[in-house]
C-alpha cells in the first residue's frame, strides 16, 4: 500500500522528522489579545525549525507545532504529556490550551487502553461464572470449568504474543482484548459440551473414570473437528494486507488451540478427581433419565412442534433472517479518526475545535515522500483543488518530506478524494508516495475490500471441507453453511439498525465485516457440528428423524447455554474504548444469539426433518 511504503521509508529520514504534537490555544471568549499574542509568541519563536505561533484569521486560536522525536508508544505518550503540561503553565488570562496532532492521537489511543485489559478480563470472568452458575445451579461446579479457562487464557496470551514476535507480525491493544473474549468463549463452549456429556454418563455408568472416558470419546471429535475448523479459518487472515488483522488471526488461532487442548486433557482431569460430589446440589446417579430419553423437556416439545409442520418452520425463519438482512443495503462503512473513540479524547476535541479556525487537516497534514524535485512536487501538489498548502520540511539528500495541508474535514468523503486527486497529480513522478492519516484510511478501506473478496471464499471453502469430511456427506454440509451465511446477513443487517438508532453511529469500521463473518461463521460451525454430529450418531439406531429428534433434545440446552454465554462473552468487548470493538461485539452478539435460538433450534431441525434421509446425501444413516 502506497501509505505503508510511506511510514517504512520515513524512517529512513532525520529524526527530527518523526512526529508532531500541535498546540492549540483559543480564547474564552471573543478574540486572542494582543498581550496574549505576544506572550504565546514568546513561546514560540520563528525559525529555520517553522514559523512559530500561527494565528487563525478570525482572531480566537492560534497554534503551533511541536516536532515529536521520541519513538515508542511510552516515549510519545510521556513526551505529549510534558507538552501539555508546559502549554498549560502561566497561560495568559481568558485562554485554554490543548494538544492534537498525530503524536497527541496516539499517546491518546494508549492511554483509553490503560488498565483496559484487567477490566475485560473482569468484566468477561463475571459473565462467564454468572452463567455457568445459572447454568449448572450448582456452587461448586462452576468453579472447575471457570478456573481450567481462565488458565488457558493467560497461557494463551503468553503463546500468542510469543509467537506474533517469532512470526514478526504486527498487533495492538485490541488484539489481546479479542483474544480473551474468545479464549473464554470458546473454551466455556467446549466446556460445556463435555461436562453435558460427562453428566449423562455419569447417569448410566458407576465408574466416574469410565464414565468420562466414553464422555471423551464421544465429545473429542467434535471439539477436535470445530477447533481444527475455526483455526484454519483463523490462519486464513494471514493472507490480509492489513498488518493488525493478520496478527490478530495467528494470536487468536493459537488461543484456540490451547482452550481446545485444555478442554480435552486438563478439564476431564480436573473433573474426575473431584468426584460426582462436584455436581451438587443434582448430583448425577445411575439409573437416573439421561437428557435424551427425555420426553417431556423444553427442547423435546419444540422439536417435536417442528416436527409436525417442518416446511411452515422453515419458510418463516428464511422470512425473519432475509427480512433482518435487508439492513445490509443500507451500511455505509469507513470511520474516521475522530469517530473511532468512544468518549471523546482532548486530541479529538482539539482537532475539532482547530478546524472551526484553520484549514481541517492543518492538525494531521497528509505526508508525501520523493527522491523527485522536492520544489517541482510541491508545486504539483499545491495546484490540487481542495490542497491549501504543500510544504517541504526534511530530507536526507535523497528522499524528501512535502507536508500537504488539505481543507477537507479528517475522515470526510472529500478529505479521501483529495487523497484520490493528490495521487493522480503526482503519479507521472517517480519513487513519490502519498502517506498520512488520510491516506492510510483510504489504503485501509481497499485493504478490507480487497481482504473481503480473497478471505471470505477461502474460509467458506475450509468450513464447506471440515463438514463434508467430518459428516461424510455432501447435502448437509452445504446446508449448514448456508445456514450460518444467512445468519451472518441478518446479524449485519440488524446490527445496522442498532449502530444507526439506539448506539448512535454512523457508519461501520471497514474491517467489521470480515471479522464478524470469520468469527460468526466459524463459531457458528461449532454448533452445527455438536447438533449434526449428535444426530448422525442418533441416526444410527432410530433413524434419521428421529434421530434428529434426540439429538436436539440431547444438546438443545447445551447449545442454547453455550450460545448465550458466548454472546454475553462478545458483548464485553464494549468496555474497551474502540467503536470498532464495541460494533464487532454487538454484531457477534446479534449473529451468536440468532444462531443459537433460530437456526440451531428450529431452521436446521426443520430443514432436516423435512428432507429426511436427503439431508445426508450421500451418506446413509439410520
Avoid at 229 to 238: F, K, Q, R, S
Avoid at 519 to 538: K, M, P, T
Avoid at 553 to 580: K, Q, Y
Amino acid at each position: 500500500m502506497d501509505s505503508t511504503t510511506a511510514v517504512e521509508l520515513s524512517e529512513q529520514l532525520p529524526q527530527d522528522s518523526g512526529t508532531s504534537a500541535v498546540v492549540l490555544y483559543t480564547a474564552d471568549q471573543g478574540t486572542l489579545s494582543d498581550q496574549a499574542i505576544g506572550q504565546l509568541q514568546a513561546r514560540y519563536p520563528a525559525s529555520d525549525q517553522g514559523p512559530g505561533l500561527v494565528v487563525s484569521d478570525d482572531g480566537t486560536a492560534a497554534i503551533a507545532v511541536v516536532p515529536v522525536t521520541e519513538t515508542g508508544a511510552t516515549a510519545i505518550a510521556d513526551k505529549v504529556a510534558e507538552i501539555r503540561q508546559e502549554a498549560a503553565e502561566a497561560l495568559p488570562a481568558g485562554v485554554s490550551s490543548a494538544v492534537t496532532g498525530p503524536a497527541a492521537i496516539q499517546a491518546d489511543l494508549a492511554a483509553v487502553f490503560e488498565g483496559a485489559d484487567l477490566t475485560l478480563l473482569l468484566a468477561t470472568a463475571t459473565v462467564v461464572a454468572v452463567l455457568l452458575l445459572i447454568t449448572y445451579r450448582s456452587p461448586f461446579l462452576w468453579l472447575v470449568p471457570l478456573t481450567v479457562v481462565g488458565v488457558a487464557d493467560q497461557l494463551a496470551a503468553t503463546l500468542a504474543t510469543h509467537a506474533l514476535s517469532l512470526g514478526g507480525l504486527a498487533w495492538d491493544e485490541s488484539t489481546v482484548g479479542i483474544l480473551s473474549v474468545l479464549v473464554f468463549g470458546a473454551g466455556t463452549d467446549y466446556a460445556l459440551l463435555l461436562i453435558s456429556r460427562y453428566r449423562d454418563e455419569l447417569r448410566t455408568t458407576e465408574d466416574r473414570y469410565a464414565a468420562m472416558r466414553h464422555a471423551l470419546r464421544r465429545t473429542a471429535e467434535s471439539i477436535i473437528a470445530s477447533a481444527t475448523t475455526v483455526v484454519l479459518g483463523l490462519l486464513t487472515l494471514l493472507l490480509s494486507l492489513v498488518p493488525a488483522t493478520r496478527g490478530l488471526g495467528l494470536a487468536c488461532a493459537v488461543g484456540i488451540l490451547v482452550a481446545a487442548s485444555f478442554a480435552l486433557v486438563v478439564l476431564p482431569t480436573v473433573l474426575v478427581l473431584f468426584g460426582r460430589w462436584v455436581f451438587w446440589p443434582v448430583v448425577p446417579r445411575v439409573g437416573q433419565q439421561t437428557l435424551v430419553e427425555s420426553d417431556r423437556s423444553l427442547w423435546r416439545r419444540i422439536g417435536n412442534a417442528v416436527a409436525r409442520r417442518p416446511g411452515s418452520f422453515v419458510a418463516g425463519s428464511l422470512v425473519l433472517l432475509a427480512a433482518l438482512s435487508f439492513g445490509t443495503t443500507q451500511i455505509t462503512s469507513g470511520l474516521s479518526e475522530s469517530e473511532q473513540f468512544l468518549d471523546t479524547p482532548e486530541a479529538i476535541s482539539a482537532g475539532q475545535r482547530l478546524a472551526e479556525s484553520f484549514p481541517a487537516g492543518a492538525s494531521d497534514p497528509t505526508i508525501v515522500l520523493t527522491r523527485a524535485d522536492v520544489d517541482e512536487v510541491a508545486r504539483t501538489a499545491g495546484d490540487v483543488d481542495g490542497v491549501v498548502s504543500a510544504t517541504p520540511t526534511v530530507s536526507d539528500g535523497s528522499l524528501s518530506q512535502i507536508n500537504v495541508v488539505l481543507d477537507a474535514g479528517g475522515g470526510s468523503p472529500e478529505a479521501r478524494a483529495l487523497v484520490g486527486d493528490l495521487r493522480d497529480a503526482l503519479s507521472s513522478y517517480d519513487d513519490t508516495w502519498v502517506g498520512g492519516t488520510e491516506a492510510e484510511s483510504v489504503d485501509e478501506a481497499a485493504a478490507a475490500s480487497r481482504d473481503r473478496l480473497v478471505i471470505i471464499p477461502l474460509i467458506l471453502v475450509l468450513v464447506l471441507g471440515a463438514l463434508v469430511l467430518l459428516l461424510r456427506s455432501v447435502a448437509a454440509p452445504i446446508i449448514l453453511v448456508a445456514t450460518v451465511v444467512a445468519t451472518y446477513l441478518a446479524a449485519l443487517g440488524a446490527s445496522w439498525w442498532l449502530f444507526t438508532g439506539p448506539l448512535g453511529f454512523e457508519r461501520l469500521d471497514s474491517g467489521v465485516p470480515l471479522l464478524a463473518f470469520l468469527f460468526l461463521v466459524a463459531l457458528g460451525v461449532d454448533y452445527n457440528i455438536f447438533l449434526v454430529s449428535r444426530a448422525a450418531e442418533e441416526a444410527r439406531d432410530h433413524g434419521p428423524r428421529e434421530g434428529m429428534l434426540r439429538a436436539l433434545t440431547a444438546t438443545g440446552g447445551v447449545i442454547t447455554s453455550a450460545g448465550i454465554l458466548l454472546a454475553a462473552v462478545f458483548a464485553v468487548l464494549g468496555v474497551l474504548p474502540l467503536v470498532v470493538l464495541a460494533q464487532l461485539g454487538v454484531v457477534i452478539f446479534v449473529g451468536v444469539l440468532l444462531d443459537t435460538l433460530l437456526v440451531r433450534t428450529v431452521l436446521v431441525p426443520a430443514i432436516a426433518l423435512r428432507t429426511g434421509a436427503r439431508f445426508w446425501w450421500p451418506r446413509h444413516v439410520g
